[in-house]
C-alpha cells in the first residue's frame, strides 16, 4: 500500500508559481508512474500530466502544457508539479495519483493522494 502526501499548495496572484510536492511512502513508488490531477469547485476532477517511472517522459493536458512541469526523484520517494503563469482558472485541489501510465492517463490510478488546495487571485 503505497501512500502519497501532496504539499506546497497556498494562495498566489496570477502570473505568479507555485511547487507542489507528492511525497510517497514507499520505495515501490518508483515502479509507477505518477500523474497530477486537480478538481475545482463544481467540477469533475480532470487529468493534469503525468510522467514515466524513470522519469523519462512526461505528458501534460492541453490546458497546462508549457506552464506546468513535472518532474521525479526516486531516490527521495517524491515527484514534483512545478506550476508558472498560474491563472485564476488553475484554481483546484490538485491531487497525486501512482499506478500504471495507462491508467494513470484514464483516471484509474492505483493510488491517490488526499489533494492540495491551490488558489489563483486576479
Known amino acids: 500500500q503505497v501512500q502519497l502526501v501532496e504539499s506546497g499548495g497556498g494562495l498566489v496572484q496570477a502570473g505568479g508559481s507555485l511547487r507542489l510536492s507528492c511525497a510517497a511512502s514507499?520505495?515501490?513508488?518508483?515502479?509507477?508512474?505518477m500523474g497530477w490531477f486537480r478538481q475545482a469547485p463544481g467540477k469533475e476532477r480532470e487529468f493534469v500530466g503525468i510522467?514515466?517511472?524513470?522519469?523519462?517522459?512526461?505528458y501534460y493536458a492541453d490546458s497546462v502544457k508549457g506552464r506546468f512541469t513535472i518532474s521525479r526523484d526516486n531516490a527521495e520517494n517524491t515527484v514534483y508539479l512545478q506550476m508558472n503563469s498560474l491563472k485564476p482558472e488553475d484554481t483546484a485541489v490538485y491531487y497525486c495519483?501512482?499506478?500504471?501510465?495507462?491508467?494513470?492517463?484514464?483516471?484509474?490510478?492505483?493510488?491517490w493522494g488526499q489533494g492540495t488546495q491551490v488558489t489563483v487571485s486576479s
Open positions: 495519483a501512482a499506478g500504471e501510465g495507462s491508467d494513470v492517463v484514464a483516471g484509474r490510478p492505483t493510488y
Open positions: 514507499e520505495r515501490t513508488f518508483s515502479r509507477y508512474a
Open positions: 510522467i514515466t517511472w524513470s522519469g523519462g517522459s512526461t
